[in-house]
């Protein structure tokens, strides 16, 4: 099969027979999504799969001059930029296109099947851009974010500090004032900038780095807390044109996703990296969260892609590849192994895994786009750690059982599906690990807030569930309601408890949480599908199968919810 | 901590507090089995770890004169030889010193942890001799077993082809009759033998490779079925210090496990590879049963060994990493991760998975020293699926977390977690997948026997569980009996539908089996530890975080047993 056809075939499913994204009411008509979606399988073949090998063996080095990248990953993300794939999702006075984040998404999750470490520079770039133009002053946008949306230049966030890794309250980052200019406040800044993705390359012209730093108080001290964060653009190439004090002080080795750099940055080994304040002084961190929340969807969606893929490929493997016979068999030649329960179990896993993630990620994209409505505003928050945490930890799942389905072909590099699995190992670590998912849904989504995003996901569900009662899909929709009812009662007793009791089990909560909503995003799709075509087929089996195998796992999760709060943090330390 | 502490801590344990290896009426004292242990996590710390991550960069190489390994590996594998620790577990008459299985598996166990790749070679060449010793004439075992047996000469295991992986059936080698001298019935050989570990190196004087191939019949043609395979001990020199005509066709190059050289041979290139018939034709398959039993107990203590290691890098780790605040804390400086509920969550199930592991696999070992008790041997049959895939399923998993505790670092190959889980990525795929261990356990174990071995574990599980009730371990004890209630049901209910309905499940009801029988060997552990010391309260911890957080995860894997047989294999192909 072509590469990207399996990604592609769910793609337009979503979109277009479950999501509704085209057609009546919608700001885009199905030809436009078409022809997007066309021209990305058809060049994330050619200009970004065709290198994922290559850029994952000939990692990025660092010399005098910079970092250097695999020599194929330039002209790939010249074509996107000339293709307009960078501008495709910003307002056409911005230069964009102004096409729906979700077909924008849908564009992307094609790319990052082919070549996810390539596929981060864009997605950063382009988040970078967006939160300068929601934030930024006129200068600051024609000036650092245009460039961007034009593809020209490339964009990161500096966040994370050697000793400040999910801890941003402890940065020590520090920015004086300076004065300033038709840029705004300016400042000098001086810190150590740690796991900053496309921190040095050589591709684009310049680099805006989006930097969280602290401005010290009158005395030159640095208020504690994350309230104090202030955040500030700093370009690696100042617009006189000479260098910013900004260096590359080392390159970090990954497992995987090598094509894209990692660095240490150093800023102001000299006389202080010049940046401008974007917004107020102390607003850095809600800024940032709007970045910060559009990495979590990206990441989301990249986990699922190299899911997608994995599956694929698998799928391929399994149709192809003749191996042993039918239990009781007596003679007879070999059976392709996709006839052999084990193996169509960890296909349709997969299948459950991969495009249960994508669902979700495009579920959430579509909430960005109506995030004008109040409901799905609020939604779209409650979701966001699902859609950045779900597709990482069981993304990564489905990698492992398309490896498995190859059997010792799956571990040897020959085989794409090993490279698929340490770029995917990623996903749970960057951009907030899964336990700090956990404690953003329990402790600020579910805690803290109105409980309004919560109200609007249950009348959904019920909403799929009442219309799957009397369906041939009645046993999943009965299984779907009777898991959100043991959500219902943790959510409960979760409040009744509070912190910190109620985060002491936070991540398997999560867990819980994130297969009922994926149990009920497949019963909506199937419902949608219908099961008179293929695909309708398929979505009607894998929302049966996540019902029959899946679902039973939250009861499993839930067990410790709510109690057993001595058994980790009783122990004594020198009894582990 | 010194790198092995850890791990050697939990050795005495299992020994000396639970098996109880030495001492009254064993065959050996506590303070032999104290100095292999003092001298392997010295020897193993010194000869075998400092080479780890070396010999991971430095793959071996093929060149005109054959493999080459890292440089490290060979006077690692003499020095190995010089200790005596090839020979410990033979009979004196074999030149061994006749120690018991348990107590060299400890001893394996921590070169495991320290280098798995290089303790590969080892492992696979005493599992080669005790082949010949058992079944091979005195002749055979002289000229190929007693230079094993030294450390001189090392082994493999040639069973895969290109297009016969697990099913061994279809091997096409062919070895055709040549007549006789003093090593036995001679053949010629010719075929493609895949996966083969240490299928050639630069290390050891020679290679006894045990190749299994099938004899033609009078028309020429090889006999179907595997109850025609034979098996064969093709040296890579031969006795007349000839090359025979084995040739390295290629290496696997892999994702970990990479010190181990894995090699495509082709037999007979020339005018066919001379081999030496052992015992009788069409004995083959059983024959070779007794190595791969054995391996298969290695490949679990391996990826037991595997996780324990991460455990202890993570556990150290989280000692020393300084982040962030508890939950609610207004202020104070940084603390310590493992003074985070999320990090104590993780490196509780760690020590659950990997502590719990080993302890399976050394209750295996024991079960092979004491294999003249017929329960025994029953119940040793029953666990080996298991002792093979849990290990390699959830030390694995062990693994992932100890990564997630190092957050960005442990996904850099600076931190040695990282090459830990690559490594370990491999033991679910070796020696028998999981999907085989499960046809194993269901099919042969459960199905096809007389139930010997589940009435002897049915009644050590009782045991347990009635020495539980009315101690401080009581709850714990109560689950673990009704899990065991639970897993009874189910038996019965597969020996009910009988094959090939009773192997549609069979992997999700192994992973059930294999928690609820780790379920019981933690209470079994805690309650022979105490809780008065710091291993004892360990222990119990983790035996009642099992029992509370991980037992229940076999209902959702029970749910599709015994039904549910339509929801993969009724699935049209085109739906997935």
Known sequence: ?????????????????????????????????????????????????????????????????????????????????????????????????????????????????????????????????????????????????????????????????????????????????????SLGERYRLVGNKMWISGGDQDVSENIVHLVLAKIPDLEGALPPGSKSISLFIVPKILPDGSRNDVAVAGLNHKMGYRGTANCLLNLGEKAGATGWLVGEPGDGLRQMFQMMNEARIGVGIGAAALAMRGYGLSLDYARERLQGRPPGATGGGPVRIIDHADVRHMLLQQ???????????????????????????ELLGLLTPIAKSWPSEFGLAANDLAIQVHGGYGYTRDFDVEQLYRDNRLNPIHEGTTGIQAIDLVGRKLLRGNGAGYAVLRQRVAAACARGAGSDLEDAAAAVEEGWHRIDAAVDQLRTIGTPNALENATSFLRAFGHATLAWLWLDMALAAGSSSAVGAGKSYACRYFAATELPKIEAWLAPVGSAFELASGMPEEAF
Chains 1, 2 share one sequence.
Request: proline share 5%.
């Open 1 to 181: 099969m072509p590469p990207l056809s399996h990604i592609r075939r769910d793609l337009d499913f979503l979109l277009h027979d479950w999501l509704g994204t085209a057609g009546e009411g919608a700001q885009v008509d199905r030809e436009t999504i078409d022809a997007l979606l066309d021209l990305s399988e058809q060049f994330a073949s050619e200009g970004f799969l065709s290198h994922h090998k290559a850029a994952d063996i000939e990692e990025p080095r660092l010399e005098e001059d910079g970092v250097h990248v695999h020599p194929a990953i330039g002209p790939a993300l010249r074509q996107y930029a000339d293709l307009g794939l960078f501008s495709a999702g910003f307002a056409p006075d911005l230069g964009g296109l102004g096409l729906p984040y979700s077909a924008c998404s849908a564009s992307f999750a094609l790319f990052a099947a082919a070549n996810v470490a390539t596929a981060a520079y864009p997605m950063l770039t382009v988040a970078n851009a967006r939160l300068i133009a929601t934030f930024g002053s006129r200068a600051q946008i024609d000036t650092f974010a245009r460039p961007q949306i034009d593809g020209r230049w490339f964009g990161t966030m500096c966040l994370s500090e050697p000793q400040a890794g999910s801890s941003l309250a402890d940065v020590r980052t520090r920015a004086v004032a300076e004065g300033s200019d």
């Open 351 to 377: 299948k459950c895994y991969a495009e249960g993630a994508l669902a979700l990620c495009l579920y959430c994209a579509k909430l960005v786009d109506a995030h004008e409505d109040e409901d799905a505003a």
